[in-house]
Protein backbone atom coordinates (compact mmCIF):
# COMPACT_ATOMS: atom_id res chain seq x y z
CA UNK A 1 0.00 0.00 0.00
CA UNK A 2 1.03 4.06 -0.64
CA UNK A 3 3.01 4.51 2.28
CA UNK A 4 1.33 7.06 4.93
CA UNK A 5 2.98 10.61 4.94
CA UNK A 6 5.41 11.40 7.33
CA UNK A 7 3.74 14.72 9.26
CA UNK A 8 5.74 17.28 11.18
CA UNK A 9 5.01 20.68 12.33
CA UNK A 10 7.01 23.95 12.39
CA UNK A 11 6.70 27.69 12.74
CA UNK A 12 5.35 29.99 10.50
CA UNK A 13 8.09 30.78 7.59
CA UNK A 14 8.38 31.35 4.11
CA UNK A 15 9.34 27.75 2.27
CA UNK A 16 12.61 27.36 0.47
CA UNK A 17 11.31 24.79 -2.09
CA UNK A 18 8.43 22.10 -2.81
CA UNK A 19 4.45 22.52 -2.73
CA UNK A 20 3.09 25.10 -0.62
CA UNK A 21 -0.39 25.26 -0.13
CA UNK A 22 -2.15 28.19 1.70
CA UNK A 23 -5.79 28.16 3.55
CA UNK A 24 -8.02 31.16 2.04
CA UNK A 25 -11.64 31.68 3.94
CA UNK A 26 -14.70 32.58 1.63
CA UNK A 27 -14.16 36.10 0.22
CA UNK A 28 -10.70 34.35 -0.59
CA UNK A 29 -8.48 37.00 2.12
CA UNK A 30 -5.19 35.56 2.83
CA UNK A 31 -3.64 35.92 6.34
CA UNK A 32 0.25 37.19 6.58
CA UNK A 33 1.71 33.69 6.62
CA UNK A 34 -0.03 33.34 3.13
CA UNK A 35 1.19 36.18 1.72
CA UNK A 36 4.83 35.89 2.69
CA UNK A 37 4.43 32.54 0.74
CA UNK A 38 3.30 34.96 -2.96
CA UNK A 39 5.56 37.59 -3.33
CA UNK A 40 4.37 37.78 -6.75
CA UNK A 41 0.79 38.18 -5.47
CA UNK A 42 -0.52 35.82 -8.45
CA UNK A 43 -3.37 34.40 -6.25
CA UNK A 44 -5.76 37.20 -6.35
CA UNK A 45 -5.62 36.60 -9.97
CA UNK A 46 -5.59 33.05 -10.03
CA UNK A 47 -8.49 33.43 -7.26
CA UNK A 48 -10.32 35.67 -10.06
CA UNK A 49 -9.69 33.88 -13.27
CA UNK A 50 -10.73 30.48 -11.48
CA UNK A 51 -13.50 31.98 -10.11
CA UNK A 52 -12.57 30.60 -6.43
CA UNK A 53 -14.48 32.04 -3.46
CA UNK A 54 -12.96 30.47 -0.63
CA UNK A 55 -15.39 27.68 -0.66
CA UNK A 56 -14.65 25.02 1.68
CA UNK A 57 -12.32 22.12 0.49
CA UNK A 58 -12.13 23.83 -2.70
CA UNK A 59 -8.91 24.36 -4.05
CA UNK A 60 -6.68 26.05 -6.88
CA UNK A 61 -3.23 26.23 -7.86
CA UNK A 62 -0.38 27.75 -9.85
CA UNK A 63 2.33 25.75 -11.33
CA UNK A 64 5.79 27.38 -10.96
CA UNK A 65 4.80 30.23 -9.60
CA UNK A 66 6.71 33.44 -10.23
CA UNK A 67 8.94 34.67 -7.22
CA UNK A 68 9.76 31.76 -6.00
CA UNK A 69 11.09 28.24 -6.42
CA UNK A 70 8.59 26.59 -5.55
CA UNK A 71 6.92 23.78 -7.94
CA UNK A 72 3.56 24.28 -6.90
CA UNK A 73 1.49 27.51 -4.93
CA UNK A 74 -2.15 25.87 -4.44
CA UNK A 75 -4.93 27.57 -2.06
CA UNK A 76 -7.42 25.50 -0.31
CA UNK A 77 -10.54 26.91 0.45
CA UNK A 78 -11.52 26.89 4.60
CA UNK A 79 -15.36 28.32 4.24
CA UNK A 80 -16.90 30.45 6.78
CA UNK A 81 -14.64 31.30 9.39
CA UNK A 82 -17.19 31.13 12.06
CA UNK A 83 -17.75 28.03 11.12
CA UNK A 84 -15.04 26.18 11.13
CA UNK A 85 -15.51 22.70 13.41
CA UNK A 86 -13.66 19.40 13.65
CA UNK A 87 -15.48 18.40 10.27
CA UNK A 88 -13.96 21.40 8.57
CA UNK A 89 -10.77 21.18 9.67
CA UNK A 90 -10.52 17.59 8.61
CA UNK A 91 -12.14 18.15 5.34
CA UNK A 92 -9.37 20.98 4.43
CA UNK A 93 -6.73 18.91 5.77
CA UNK A 94 -8.09 16.06 3.15
CA UNK A 95 -8.51 18.80 0.26
CA UNK A 96 -4.53 19.73 1.50
CA UNK A 97 -3.84 16.78 0.61
CA UNK A 98 -5.78 15.83 -2.47
CA UNK A 99 -4.18 19.82 -3.91
CA UNK A 100 -0.71 17.95 -3.11
CA UNK A 101 -1.15 15.29 -6.32
CA UNK A 102 2.35 13.93 -6.26
CA UNK A 103 4.13 16.28 -4.53
CA UNK A 104 7.21 14.53 -2.33
CA UNK A 105 7.46 17.59 -0.05
CA UNK A 106 4.92 19.42 0.96
CA UNK A 107 4.29 22.72 3.46
CA UNK A 108 0.71 23.72 4.54
CA UNK A 109 0.45 27.10 5.68
CA UNK A 110 -2.65 26.46 8.62
CA UNK A 111 -3.52 30.30 9.13
CA UNK A 112 -6.78 31.55 8.16
CA UNK A 113 -7.50 34.85 7.98
CA UNK A 114 -9.76 36.45 10.80
CA UNK A 115 -10.01 33.11 12.77
CA UNK A 116 -7.68 31.18 14.52
CA UNK A 117 -6.54 27.99 14.69
CA UNK A 118 -5.74 25.97 17.98
CA UNK A 119 -3.49 22.83 18.32
CA UNK A 120 -6.31 20.65 18.30
CA UNK A 121 -7.77 22.36 14.68
CA UNK A 122 -4.53 22.15 13.55
CA UNK A 123 -4.04 18.84 14.44
CA UNK A 124 -6.80 17.98 12.47
CA UNK A 125 -5.53 18.88 9.45
CA UNK A 126 -3.06 16.43 10.10
CA UNK A 127 -5.53 13.99 10.52
CA UNK A 128 -7.50 15.35 7.34
CA UNK A 129 -4.09 14.74 5.45
CA UNK A 130 -3.39 10.97 6.73
CA UNK A 131 -7.25 9.66 5.93
CA UNK A 132 -6.74 11.17 2.68
CA UNK A 133 -3.69 9.77 1.11
CA UNK A 134 -4.93 6.08 1.78
CA UNK A 135 -4.90 4.28 -1.15
CA UNK A 136 -5.16 0.34 -1.27
CA UNK A 137 -3.16 -0.47 -3.55
CA UNK A 138 -1.04 -3.72 -2.87
CA UNK A 139 -2.02 -5.92 -5.00
CA UNK A 140 -1.54 -3.64 -7.89
CA UNK A 141 1.38 -4.52 -10.17
CA UNK A 142 1.32 -1.69 -12.25
CA UNK A 143 0.74 1.54 -11.19
CA UNK A 144 -0.96 3.32 -14.42
CA UNK A 145 -2.67 2.28 -18.00
CA UNK A 146 0.51 2.68 -19.55
CA UNK A 147 2.19 0.48 -17.43
CA UNK A 148 4.60 2.16 -15.47
CA UNK A 149 6.14 0.31 -12.51
CA UNK A 150 4.55 1.19 -8.72
CA UNK A 151 7.14 3.38 -7.26
CA UNK A 152 9.14 2.07 -4.59
CA UNK A 153 8.32 1.48 -1.25
CA UNK A 154 9.70 4.37 1.10
CA UNK A 155 8.75 6.85 -1.07
CA UNK A 156 6.32 8.19 1.24
CA UNK A 157 5.38 12.06 0.95
CA UNK A 158 6.84 14.43 4.14
CA UNK A 159 3.88 17.48 5.01
CA UNK A 160 5.32 19.87 7.23
CA UNK A 161 2.50 22.15 8.82
CA UNK A 162 2.86 25.29 9.95
CA UNK A 163 1.38 27.06 12.65
CA UNK A 164 1.40 29.44 15.76
CA UNK A 165 2.49 26.63 18.16
CA UNK A 166 4.02 23.52 16.61
CA UNK A 167 5.04 21.65 19.77
CA UNK A 168 1.36 21.76 21.33
CA UNK A 169 0.06 20.96 17.39
CA UNK A 170 2.79 17.69 17.50
CA UNK A 171 1.34 16.66 21.15
CA UNK A 172 -2.55 17.24 20.13
CA UNK A 173 -1.27 15.15 16.37
CA UNK A 174 0.13 12.58 18.64
CA UNK A 175 -3.21 11.02 20.07
CA UNK A 176 -5.13 12.51 16.77
CA UNK A 177 -3.02 10.11 14.32
CA UNK A 178 -3.28 6.50 17.21
CA UNK A 179 -7.32 7.44 16.09
CA UNK A 180 -6.11 7.47 12.56
CA UNK A 181 -4.31 4.54 12.92
CA UNK A 182 -7.38 2.87 13.85
CA UNK A 183 -9.42 3.85 10.98
CA UNK A 184 -6.47 3.00 8.44
CA UNK A 185 -6.47 -0.39 10.02
CA UNK A 186 -10.38 -0.95 10.26
CA UNK A 187 -9.57 -0.38 6.35
CA UNK A 188 -7.16 -2.32 5.67
CA UNK A 189 -9.01 -5.36 6.84
CA UNK A 190 -12.27 -4.53 5.21
CA UNK A 191 -10.15 -3.98 1.55
CA UNK A 192 -8.46 -6.79 1.83
CA UNK A 193 -9.52 -9.95 -0.75
CA UNK A 194 -11.44 -12.87 0.81
CA UNK A 195 -9.53 -15.42 -0.45
CA UNK A 196 -6.47 -13.62 1.60
CA UNK A 197 -8.61 -13.00 4.92
CA UNK A 198 -10.07 -16.03 6.45
CA UNK A 199 -11.44 -16.43 10.14
CA UNK A 200 -7.95 -17.63 11.09
CA UNK A 201 -6.30 -14.64 9.40
CA UNK A 202 -8.34 -12.11 10.77
CA UNK A 203 -7.91 -13.45 14.21
CA UNK A 204 -4.33 -13.21 13.84
CA UNK A 205 -4.49 -9.89 12.51
CA UNK A 206 -6.34 -8.99 15.79
CA UNK A 207 -3.85 -11.03 18.10
CA UNK A 208 -1.02 -8.60 16.81
CA UNK A 209 -2.60 -5.74 18.93
CA UNK A 210 -0.69 -7.30 22.09
CA UNK A 211 2.28 -5.38 20.96
CA UNK A 212 0.21 -2.48 22.29
CA UNK A 213 -0.73 -4.21 25.01
CA UNK A 214 -4.02 -5.05 24.52
CA UNK A 215 -4.61 -9.06 26.28
CA UNK A 216 -6.26 -11.15 23.24
CA UNK A 217 -7.52 -14.24 23.52
CA UNK A 218 -8.52 -16.47 20.31
CA UNK A 219 -11.27 -19.25 20.65
CA UNK A 220 -11.23 -21.65 18.20
CA UNK A 221 -14.45 -24.07 17.06
CA UNK A 222 -13.93 -26.38 19.88
CA UNK A 223 -14.55 -23.92 22.75
CA UNK A 224 -17.39 -22.06 21.33
CA UNK A 225 -19.15 -25.22 20.83
CA UNK A 226 -18.25 -26.12 25.09
CA UNK A 227 -19.87 -22.96 25.66
CA UNK A 228 -23.06 -23.53 23.37
CA UNK A 229 -22.90 -20.92 20.75
CA UNK A 230 -24.84 -22.80 18.09
CA UNK A 231 -26.40 -19.65 16.85
CA UNK A 232 -22.86 -18.78 15.51
CA UNK A 233 -21.09 -22.27 14.62
CA UNK A 234 -24.17 -23.15 12.06
CA UNK A 235 -23.39 -20.27 10.45
CA UNK A 236 -19.59 -21.33 10.09
CA UNK A 237 -20.61 -24.81 9.10
CA UNK A 238 -21.26 -24.82 5.18
CA UNK A 239 -17.24 -23.43 5.04
CA UNK A 240 -14.25 -25.72 5.34
CA UNK A 241 -12.19 -22.44 6.95
CA UNK A 242 -12.83 -22.91 10.63
CA UNK A 243 -14.47 -20.09 12.97
CA UNK A 244 -12.82 -17.72 15.55
CA UNK A 245 -13.91 -15.47 18.02
CA UNK A 246 -11.52 -12.95 19.17
CA UNK A 247 -11.82 -10.99 22.77
CA UNK A 248 -9.55 -8.46 22.98
CA UNK A 249 -9.12 -6.86 26.09
CA UNK A 250 -7.45 -3.50 27.26
CA UNK A 251 -7.53 -2.40 30.74
CA UNK A 252 -6.39 1.68 31.24
CA UNK A 253 -8.98 2.51 33.50
CA UNK A 254 -9.04 1.54 37.61
CA UNK A 255 -9.39 -1.75 38.18
CA UNK A 256 -12.80 -2.69 39.37
CA UNK A 257 -14.41 -0.25 36.73
CA UNK A 258 -17.17 -2.16 34.46
CA UNK A 259 -15.74 -2.04 30.99
CA UNK A 260 -17.45 -1.12 28.01
CA UNK A 261 -17.87 -3.57 25.07
CA UNK A 262 -18.07 -3.56 21.56
CA UNK A 263 -18.77 -6.19 19.40
CA UNK A 264 -18.58 -6.67 15.76
CA UNK A 265 -19.78 -9.15 13.38
CA UNK A 266 -17.05 -10.49 11.15
CA UNK A 267 -18.33 -12.72 8.48
CA UNK A 268 -15.37 -12.29 6.32
CA UNK A 269 -16.98 -13.86 3.11
CA UNK A 270 -21.41 -13.67 2.68
CA UNK A 271 -23.00 -15.74 -0.25
CA UNK A 272 -25.76 -15.70 1.47
CA UNK A 273 -25.45 -19.72 2.06
CA UNK A 274 -28.52 -21.79 0.92
CA UNK A 275 -30.55 -18.96 0.25
CA UNK A 276 -27.78 -18.02 -2.40
CA UNK A 277 -27.00 -14.04 -3.08
CA UNK A 278 -27.57 -12.91 -6.39
CA UNK A 279 -24.18 -12.96 -8.59
CA UNK A 280 -24.31 -9.22 -9.48
CA UNK A 281 -22.68 -7.32 -6.69
CA UNK A 282 -21.38 -10.57 -4.42
CA UNK A 283 -17.48 -9.25 -4.56
CA UNK A 284 -19.21 -6.84 -2.37
CA UNK A 285 -19.20 -9.13 0.22
CA UNK A 286 -16.27 -9.55 1.18
CA UNK A 287 -17.08 -6.37 3.40
CA UNK A 288 -19.51 -8.23 5.27
CA UNK A 289 -17.07 -8.34 8.13
CA UNK A 290 -16.86 -3.95 8.27
CA UNK A 291 -18.43 -4.41 11.90
CA UNK A 292 -15.30 -6.57 13.46
CA UNK A 293 -13.10 -4.68 11.34
CA UNK A 294 -14.00 -1.20 12.74
CA UNK A 295 -13.84 -3.14 16.70
CA UNK A 296 -10.12 -4.22 15.99
CA UNK A 297 -9.67 -0.15 14.75
CA UNK A 298 -11.35 1.01 17.94
CA UNK A 299 -9.14 -1.21 20.06
CA UNK A 300 -6.23 -0.51 18.21
CA UNK A 301 -6.75 3.06 18.81
CA UNK A 302 -7.94 3.29 22.15
CA UNK A 303 -4.96 1.43 23.20
CA UNK A 304 -2.30 3.45 21.31
CA UNK A 305 -3.98 6.16 22.65
CA UNK A 306 -3.23 4.63 26.36
CA UNK A 307 -7.53 5.27 26.80
CA UNK A 308 -8.04 5.88 30.79
CA UNK A 309 -11.05 2.87 30.50
CA UNK A 310 -11.49 -0.48 30.31
CA UNK A 311 -13.25 -1.76 27.71
CA UNK A 312 -13.49 -5.14 25.55
CA UNK A 313 -13.84 -6.01 22.25
CA UNK A 314 -15.49 -8.81 20.39
CA UNK A 315 -15.42 -10.42 17.25
CA UNK A 316 -17.01 -13.30 15.57
CA UNK A 317 -15.41 -14.64 12.84
CA UNK A 318 -17.35 -17.31 10.45
CA UNK A 319 -18.03 -17.23 6.24
CA UNK A 320 -21.18 -17.93 4.93
CA UNK A 321 -21.00 -20.73 2.51
CA UNK A 322 -23.45 -23.29 0.24
CA UNK A 323 -21.76 -26.29 0.98
CA UNK A 324 -23.19 -29.95 2.05
CA UNK A 325 -22.85 -29.49 5.61
CA UNK A 326 -24.63 -25.79 5.54
CA UNK A 327 -27.17 -25.08 7.61
CA UNK A 328 -30.73 -25.15 6.32
CA UNK A 329 -34.04 -22.71 5.74
CA UNK A 330 -36.01 -24.71 7.91
CA UNK A 331 -33.41 -26.07 10.72
CA UNK A 332 -33.93 -25.23 14.36
CA UNK A 333 -30.85 -23.95 16.46
CA UNK A 334 -30.41 -23.59 20.07
CA UNK A 335 -27.99 -20.03 20.85
CA UNK A 336 -25.84 -20.01 23.92
CA UNK A 337 -28.23 -18.35 25.47
CA UNK A 338 -30.03 -21.33 25.71
CA UNK A 339 -33.00 -19.87 23.04
CA UNK A 340 -34.11 -21.71 20.11
CA UNK A 341 -34.46 -19.70 16.63
CA UNK A 342 -35.33 -21.15 13.54
CA UNK A 343 -33.48 -20.60 10.45
CA UNK A 344 -35.84 -18.91 7.45
CA UNK A 345 -33.11 -17.06 5.41
CA UNK A 346 -29.70 -18.64 5.72
CA UNK A 347 -28.50 -15.05 4.35
CA UNK A 348 -29.88 -13.47 7.69
CA UNK A 349 -26.73 -14.77 9.45
CA UNK A 350 -24.93 -11.72 11.05
CA UNK A 351 -27.72 -11.51 13.65
CA UNK A 352 -27.19 -15.40 14.09
CA UNK A 353 -23.39 -14.92 15.18
CA UNK A 354 -24.15 -11.59 17.29
CA UNK A 355 -27.43 -12.80 18.90
CA UNK A 356 -23.87 -16.03 20.70
CA UNK A 357 -21.53 -12.82 21.01
CA UNK A 358 -23.89 -10.36 22.77
CA UNK A 359 -25.01 -13.16 25.32
CA UNK A 360 -21.07 -14.14 26.16
CA UNK A 361 -19.89 -10.90 26.72
CA UNK A 362 -22.56 -9.72 28.79
CA UNK A 363 -22.37 -13.14 31.11
CA UNK A 364 -18.39 -13.04 30.89
CA UNK A 365 -17.76 -8.82 31.17
CA UNK A 366 -21.01 -7.42 33.03
CA UNK A 367 -20.43 -4.26 31.07
CA UNK A 368 -21.48 -0.63 31.41
CA UNK A 369 -22.68 -1.14 27.90
CA UNK A 370 -22.48 -2.99 24.76
CA UNK A 371 -22.43 -1.60 21.13
CA UNK A 372 -22.51 -4.28 18.42
CA UNK A 373 -21.53 -2.80 14.50
CA UNK A 374 -22.71 -5.13 11.98
CA UNK A 375 -23.22 -4.46 8.06
CA UNK A 376 -26.91 -6.43 9.16
CA UNK A 377 -28.96 -5.03 6.08
CA UNK A 378 -29.57 -4.13 3.06
CA UNK A 379 -32.99 -2.28 4.07
CA UNK A 380 -31.05 0.30 5.95
CA UNK A 381 -29.20 1.42 2.88
CA UNK A 382 -32.91 2.03 1.65
CA UNK A 383 -34.13 3.91 4.75
CA UNK A 384 -30.94 6.38 5.58
CA UNK A 385 -28.62 5.17 1.96
CA UNK A 386 -24.45 6.12 2.63
CA UNK A 387 -25.04 9.25 5.23
CA UNK A 388 -26.31 8.00 8.46
CA UNK A 389 -25.61 4.42 10.17
CA UNK A 390 -29.04 2.97 11.91
CA UNK A 391 -28.82 3.30 15.59
CA UNK A 392 -31.35 0.84 16.89
CA UNK A 393 -31.01 1.25 21.39
CA UNK A 394 -32.62 0.01 24.71
CA UNK A 395 -31.35 3.14 26.05
CA UNK A 396 -31.52 6.90 25.55
CA UNK A 397 -28.69 7.93 27.39
CA UNK A 398 -26.53 5.77 25.43
CA UNK A 399 -28.56 7.11 22.13
CA UNK A 400 -27.89 10.20 22.77
CA UNK A 401 -24.29 10.21 23.38
CA UNK A 402 -23.83 8.30 20.08
CA UNK A 403 -25.82 10.84 18.55
CA UNK A 404 -24.04 13.89 19.85
CA UNK A 405 -20.47 11.75 18.53
CA UNK A 406 -21.59 11.33 15.63
CA UNK A 407 -22.52 15.13 14.97
CA UNK A 408 -19.21 15.86 16.05
CA UNK A 409 -16.84 13.33 13.93
CA UNK A 410 -18.83 13.66 11.23
CA UNK A 411 -19.81 9.37 11.39
CA UNK A 412 -23.53 10.03 11.63
CA UNK A 413 -26.15 8.15 13.38
CA UNK A 414 -30.11 8.03 12.93
CA UNK A 415 -32.51 6.42 15.10
CA UNK A 416 -34.98 4.03 14.30
CA UNK A 417 -37.76 2.75 16.20
CA UNK A 418 -38.03 0.03 17.93
CA UNK A 419 -41.02 -1.92 19.71
CA UNK A 420 -43.07 -5.10 21.05
CA UNK A 421 -45.17 -4.71 18.17
CA UNK A 422 -42.15 -5.64 15.50
CA UNK A 423 -41.49 -8.87 17.58
CA UNK A 424 -44.71 -10.11 16.56
CA UNK A 425 -42.74 -10.46 12.65
CA UNK A 426 -39.89 -12.68 14.36
CA UNK A 427 -42.30 -15.11 16.10
CA UNK A 428 -42.88 -18.44 14.61
CA UNK A 429 -44.72 -21.36 15.82
CA UNK A 430 -41.66 -23.59 15.83
CA UNK A 431 -39.08 -21.95 17.56
CA UNK A 432 -39.07 -19.03 20.11
CA UNK A 433 -38.11 -16.93 17.07
CA UNK A 434 -37.21 -16.96 13.34
CA UNK A 435 -34.07 -15.62 12.07
CA UNK A 436 -36.02 -13.13 9.50
CA UNK A 437 -39.10 -10.98 9.93
CA UNK A 438 -39.38 -10.48 5.80
CA UNK A 439 -38.97 -7.37 3.46
CA UNK A 440 -41.27 -5.10 5.79
CA UNK A 441 -39.31 -3.32 8.25
CA UNK A 442 -36.13 -5.41 7.78
CA UNK A 443 -33.96 -3.47 9.61
CA UNK A 444 -35.86 -2.97 12.73
CA UNK A 445 -36.96 -6.59 13.36
CA UNK A 446 -33.10 -7.83 12.96
CA UNK A 447 -32.49 -5.04 15.95
CA UNK A 448 -35.56 -6.77 17.77
CA UNK A 449 -33.91 -10.12 17.12
CA UNK A 450 -30.85 -8.84 19.16
CA UNK A 451 -32.05 -7.19 21.69
CA UNK A 452 -33.17 -10.56 23.03
CA UNK A 453 -29.92 -11.16 23.89
CA UNK A 454 -28.63 -8.37 25.58
CA UNK A 455 -30.37 -9.03 29.06
CA UNK A 456 -31.62 -5.50 29.70
CA UNK A 457 -27.98 -4.07 29.79
CA UNK A 458 -27.69 -0.34 27.95
CA UNK A 459 -27.07 -2.31 24.19
CA UNK A 460 -27.00 0.29 21.08
CA UNK A 461 -26.99 -1.57 17.44
CA UNK A 462 -25.42 0.00 14.56
CA UNK A 463 -26.43 -1.03 11.29
CA UNK A 464 -23.14 0.07 8.99
CA UNK A 465 -24.19 -1.67 5.83
CA UNK A 466 -24.40 1.72 4.07
CA UNK A 467 -21.32 3.53 5.53
CA UNK A 468 -18.54 0.95 6.30
CA UNK A 469 -17.87 -0.30 2.80
CA UNK A 470 -18.84 0.82 -0.95
CA UNK A 471 -18.20 4.03 0.65
CA UNK A 472 -19.10 7.42 -1.38
CA UNK A 473 -15.79 9.24 -2.15
CA UNK A 474 -15.19 12.52 0.42
CA UNK A 475 -12.41 14.99 1.57
CA UNK A 476 -10.86 12.19 4.10
CA UNK A 477 -11.84 9.03 2.16
CA UNK A 478 -10.91 7.89 -1.50
CA UNK A 479 -10.92 4.09 -0.18
CA UNK A 480 -14.05 1.06 -1.23
CA UNK A 481 -13.78 0.98 2.87
CA UNK A 482 -14.09 3.90 5.24
CA UNK A 483 -13.42 2.88 8.49
CA UNK A 484 -16.67 4.16 9.81
CA UNK A 485 -17.25 3.68 13.22
CA UNK A 486 -13.96 3.97 14.99
CA UNK A 487 -13.49 8.05 15.25
CA UNK A 488 -17.36 7.80 16.42
CA UNK A 489 -16.77 5.41 18.71
CA UNK A 490 -13.57 6.85 20.30
CA UNK A 491 -15.25 9.72 20.71
CA UNK A 492 -18.24 8.37 22.30
CA UNK A 493 -15.61 6.86 25.06
CA UNK A 494 -13.52 10.37 24.99
CA UNK A 495 -16.46 11.97 26.03
CA UNK A 496 -18.11 10.17 28.81
CA UNK A 497 -16.16 7.08 29.89
CA UNK A 498 -12.63 7.85 30.63
CA UNK A 499 -11.94 8.70 33.89
Known amino acids: MTDKPIVAFAKFAAPKKGSVIVLAPEGGKLGEAARACDPADILPKVFAAADFSGKLA????????????????????????????????????????????????????AEVADAEASASDVAL?????????????????????????????????????????????????????????????????????????????????????????????????????????????????????PPRM???????????????????????????????????????????????????????????????????GIIGLVENMPDGNAQRPGDIVTSMSGQTIEIINTDAEGRLVLADLLWYCNEEFKPQFMVNLATLTGAILVALGNSHAGLFSNDDALAERLTAAGTVTGEKVWRMPMGKEYDKLIDTKNADMKNTGGRHAGSITAAQFLKRFVDGTPWAHLDVAGTAMASPSSEINQSWASGYGVRLLDRLVADHYER
Open 58 to 109: ASVEALAPQGTDYDRLAAVGAGKADALDEQAWLKIGGAASAAARNATEVTVV
Open 246 to 312: AVMRWNGGKAKQKPVAFIGKGVVFDTGGISIKPAAGMEDMKGDMAGAATVVGLMHALAARKAKVNAV
Open 125 to 241: IALGVVLRSYTFDKYKTRKDENGAPKPAAGKAVKFTIQCADPAAAKKAFAEAASVGDGVLLARDLVNEPPNVLGPVEFAARAKELEELGVKVDILTEKEMKKLGMRALLGVAQGSVR
